[in-house]
T-cell receptor, first 115, second 110 residues
Protein backbone atom coordinates (compact mmCIF):
# COMPACT_ATOMS: atom_id res chain seq x y z
CA UNK A 1 0.00 0.00 0.00
CA UNK A 2 1.30 3.45 -0.80
CA UNK A 3 2.49 5.29 2.27
CA UNK A 4 2.37 8.77 0.78
CA UNK A 5 -0.65 9.59 -1.31
CA UNK A 6 -0.85 12.54 -3.68
CA UNK A 7 -3.98 13.48 -5.53
CA UNK A 8 -4.60 13.99 -8.35
CA UNK A 9 -1.87 12.29 -10.32
CA UNK A 10 -2.42 14.58 -13.30
CA UNK A 11 -3.99 18.02 -13.34
CA UNK A 12 -4.73 20.38 -16.22
CA UNK A 13 -5.70 23.96 -15.38
CA UNK A 14 -6.30 27.19 -17.22
CA UNK A 15 -4.29 30.33 -16.61
CA UNK A 16 -5.72 32.38 -13.76
CA UNK A 17 -7.53 29.52 -12.07
CA UNK A 18 -6.92 28.01 -8.63
CA UNK A 19 -6.11 24.41 -7.73
CA UNK A 20 -5.38 22.39 -4.59
CA UNK A 21 -2.88 19.56 -4.57
CA UNK A 22 -3.53 16.92 -1.91
CA UNK A 23 -0.91 15.07 0.14
CA UNK A 24 -1.44 12.51 2.90
CA UNK A 25 1.23 10.39 4.55
CA UNK A 26 0.72 7.21 6.55
CA UNK A 27 4.28 6.80 7.80
CA UNK A 28 3.59 8.37 11.18
CA UNK A 29 5.95 11.21 10.34
CA UNK A 30 5.86 14.62 11.98
CA UNK A 31 7.43 16.66 9.20
CA UNK A 32 6.17 17.24 5.67
CA UNK A 33 7.52 19.11 2.68
CA UNK A 34 6.68 20.31 -0.80
CA UNK A 35 9.11 20.27 -3.72
CA UNK A 36 8.67 21.24 -7.36
CA UNK A 37 10.36 19.69 -10.38
CA UNK A 38 10.14 21.54 -13.67
CA UNK A 39 11.38 20.21 -16.96
CA UNK A 40 15.18 20.12 -17.12
CA UNK A 41 15.49 21.70 -13.64
CA UNK A 42 16.52 20.26 -10.28
CA UNK A 43 14.01 19.39 -7.61
CA UNK A 44 13.35 22.66 -5.85
CA UNK A 45 12.44 22.97 -2.16
CA UNK A 46 9.28 24.99 -1.49
CA UNK A 47 8.00 24.48 2.09
CA UNK A 48 8.86 22.64 5.28
CA UNK A 49 6.29 21.87 8.00
CA UNK A 50 6.76 20.29 11.39
CA UNK A 51 3.84 19.36 13.64
CA UNK A 52 1.61 21.37 11.31
CA UNK A 53 3.68 24.52 11.69
CA UNK A 54 5.54 26.24 8.87
CA UNK A 55 9.27 25.96 9.44
CA UNK A 56 10.74 27.23 6.18
CA UNK A 57 9.36 28.83 3.05
CA UNK A 58 11.57 29.34 0.01
CA UNK A 59 8.83 30.08 -2.50
CA UNK A 60 8.90 33.68 -3.58
CA UNK A 61 5.27 33.85 -4.59
CA UNK A 62 2.40 34.13 -2.12
CA UNK A 63 0.25 32.38 -4.71
CA UNK A 64 1.49 29.13 -3.18
CA UNK A 65 -0.12 28.41 0.19
CA UNK A 66 0.32 25.17 2.12
CA UNK A 67 -2.60 23.99 4.24
CA UNK A 68 -2.32 21.46 7.05
CA UNK A 69 -5.65 20.30 8.48
CA UNK A 70 -4.11 17.25 10.19
CA UNK A 71 -0.60 16.22 11.13
CA UNK A 72 -0.44 13.76 8.26
CA UNK A 73 -1.90 16.14 5.67
CA UNK A 74 -0.16 18.94 3.83
CA UNK A 75 -2.08 20.27 0.86
CA UNK A 76 -0.82 22.95 -1.51
CA UNK A 77 -3.16 25.64 -2.77
CA UNK A 78 -2.03 27.50 -5.88
CA UNK A 79 -3.93 30.59 -6.97
CA UNK A 80 -3.82 32.71 -10.13
CA UNK A 81 -2.11 29.88 -12.00
CA UNK A 82 0.45 30.71 -14.69
CA UNK A 83 1.92 28.53 -17.44
CA UNK A 84 5.30 28.74 -15.64
CA UNK A 85 3.70 26.87 -12.72
CA UNK A 86 3.59 23.77 -14.91
CA UNK A 87 5.69 21.17 -13.13
CA UNK A 88 5.52 18.01 -11.08
CA UNK A 89 4.89 18.77 -7.42
CA UNK A 90 6.24 16.27 -4.95
CA UNK A 91 5.23 15.96 -1.34
CA UNK A 92 7.72 14.39 1.07
CA UNK A 93 7.81 13.49 4.74
CA UNK A 94 10.31 12.62 7.45
CA UNK A 95 10.17 11.65 11.08
CA UNK A 96 11.39 15.08 12.16
CA UNK A 97 13.12 18.13 10.76
CA UNK A 98 15.95 18.41 13.21
CA UNK A 99 17.66 15.05 13.27
CA UNK A 100 20.69 14.20 11.21
CA UNK A 101 19.19 10.88 10.17
CA UNK A 102 15.76 12.15 9.13
CA UNK A 103 15.42 10.76 5.66
CA UNK A 104 12.79 12.33 3.46
CA UNK A 105 10.51 9.99 1.55
CA UNK A 106 8.72 11.25 -1.52
CA UNK A 107 5.19 10.79 -2.75
CA UNK A 108 4.43 9.89 -6.38
CA UNK A 109 3.87 13.52 -7.39
CA UNK A 110 1.14 15.55 -9.06
CA UNK A 111 1.90 16.57 -12.62
CA UNK A 112 0.37 20.01 -13.24
CA UNK A 113 -0.07 21.52 -16.67
CA UNK A 114 -1.28 25.11 -16.93
CA UNK A 115 -2.62 26.16 -20.32
CA UNK B 1 22.52 30.56 -4.01
CA UNK B 2 23.17 26.98 -3.13
CA UNK B 3 25.29 25.13 -5.69
CA UNK B 4 24.95 21.39 -6.15
CA UNK B 5 26.44 20.18 -9.41
CA UNK B 6 26.24 16.87 -11.23
CA UNK B 7 27.14 15.82 -14.77
CA UNK B 8 24.09 15.45 -16.98
CA UNK B 9 24.80 12.01 -18.42
CA UNK B 10 26.83 8.90 -17.77
CA UNK B 11 27.06 5.68 -19.74
CA UNK B 12 28.40 2.34 -18.63
CA UNK B 13 28.25 -1.34 -19.48
CA UNK B 14 26.28 -4.10 -17.81
CA UNK B 15 28.37 -6.03 -15.30
CA UNK B 16 30.84 -3.18 -14.74
CA UNK B 17 30.57 -0.15 -12.49
CA UNK B 18 29.56 3.50 -12.66
CA UNK B 19 30.57 6.44 -10.49
CA UNK B 20 28.17 9.36 -10.26
CA UNK B 21 29.89 12.52 -9.09
CA UNK B 22 28.47 15.41 -7.11
CA UNK B 23 30.13 18.64 -6.04
CA UNK B 24 28.54 21.16 -3.75
CA UNK B 25 29.04 24.65 -2.42
CA UNK B 26 26.39 25.52 0.12
CA UNK B 27 26.04 27.89 3.06
CA UNK B 28 25.49 24.98 5.41
CA UNK B 29 25.86 21.21 5.47
CA UNK B 30 24.18 18.52 7.52
CA UNK B 31 24.89 15.55 5.30
CA UNK B 32 24.32 14.48 1.73
CA UNK B 33 21.64 12.15 0.40
CA UNK B 34 21.45 10.16 -2.81
CA UNK B 35 18.19 9.33 -4.56
CA UNK B 36 17.30 7.29 -7.62
CA UNK B 37 14.60 8.65 -9.90
CA UNK B 38 13.06 6.92 -12.86
CA UNK B 39 11.26 8.88 -15.54
CA UNK B 40 7.81 9.89 -14.36
CA UNK B 41 8.34 8.56 -10.83
CA UNK B 42 9.25 9.86 -7.42
CA UNK B 43 12.82 10.00 -6.09
CA UNK B 44 13.66 6.89 -4.09
CA UNK B 45 16.10 7.19 -1.20
CA UNK B 46 19.37 5.28 -1.57
CA UNK B 47 21.89 6.56 0.95
CA UNK B 48 22.81 9.28 3.41
CA UNK B 49 26.36 10.25 4.33
CA UNK B 50 27.63 12.80 6.80
CA UNK B 51 31.11 11.51 7.67
CA UNK B 52 34.10 11.58 5.37
CA UNK B 53 35.10 8.39 3.66
CA UNK B 54 33.51 5.48 1.88
CA UNK B 55 30.25 3.94 3.03
CA UNK B 56 29.84 0.49 1.50
CA UNK B 57 26.22 -0.62 1.13
CA UNK B 58 26.69 -3.45 -1.36
CA UNK B 59 25.35 -2.57 -4.79
CA UNK B 60 25.44 1.14 -3.90
CA UNK B 61 28.38 2.73 -2.10
CA UNK B 62 28.89 6.39 -1.32
CA UNK B 63 31.94 8.52 -0.69
CA UNK B 64 32.14 11.94 0.92
CA UNK B 65 34.89 14.52 1.26
CA UNK B 66 33.54 17.50 3.17
CA UNK B 67 36.74 19.52 2.83
CA UNK B 68 36.47 19.26 -0.96
CA UNK B 69 32.71 19.56 -1.21
CA UNK B 70 32.59 16.30 -3.13
CA UNK B 71 30.66 13.06 -3.06
CA UNK B 72 30.12 10.16 -5.38
CA UNK B 73 27.73 7.26 -5.67
CA UNK B 74 29.34 4.05 -6.86
CA UNK B 75 27.21 1.37 -8.45
CA UNK B 76 28.87 -2.01 -8.92
CA UNK B 77 27.87 -5.06 -10.96
CA UNK B 78 25.63 -2.89 -13.06
CA UNK B 79 22.36 -4.20 -14.39
CA UNK B 80 20.26 -2.78 -17.19
CA UNK B 81 17.61 -1.87 -14.62
CA UNK B 82 20.08 0.49 -12.92
CA UNK B 83 19.44 2.87 -15.82
CA UNK B 84 17.85 5.88 -14.14
CA UNK B 85 18.65 9.37 -12.93
CA UNK B 86 20.65 9.68 -9.74
CA UNK B 87 20.17 12.79 -7.65
CA UNK B 88 22.40 14.10 -4.93
CA UNK B 89 20.98 16.46 -2.35
CA UNK B 90 22.69 18.47 0.36
CA UNK B 91 20.79 18.48 3.62
CA UNK B 92 20.83 21.88 5.27
CA UNK B 93 20.92 22.38 9.03
CA UNK B 94 17.74 24.45 8.94
CA UNK B 95 14.62 22.32 9.06
CA UNK B 96 15.97 19.44 7.01
CA UNK B 97 15.76 21.31 3.71
CA UNK B 98 17.29 19.43 0.78
CA UNK B 99 19.06 21.20 -2.08
CA UNK B 100 19.18 18.94 -5.10
CA UNK B 101 21.51 18.70 -8.02
CA UNK B 102 19.98 18.40 -11.46
CA UNK B 103 20.66 14.68 -11.53
CA UNK B 104 22.84 12.39 -13.63
CA UNK B 105 21.11 10.18 -16.13
CA UNK B 106 22.86 6.81 -16.10
CA UNK B 107 22.45 4.56 -19.11
CA UNK B 108 23.60 0.97 -18.71
CA UNK B 109 24.22 -0.76 -22.01
CA UNK B 110 24.36 -4.53 -22.65
Amino acid sequence: DPKIIQKPKYLVAVTGSEKILICEQYLGHNAMYWYRQSAKKPLEFMFSYSYQKLMDNQTASSRFQPQSSKKNHLDLQITALKPDDSATYFCASSQRTGGSQDTQYFGPGTRLLVL
Amino acid sequence: GQGVEQPDNLMSVEGTFARVNCTYSTSGFNGLSWYQQREGHAPVFLSYVVLDGLKDSGHFSTFLSRSNGYSYLLLTELQIKDSASYLCAVRMPNYNVLYFGSGTKLTVEP
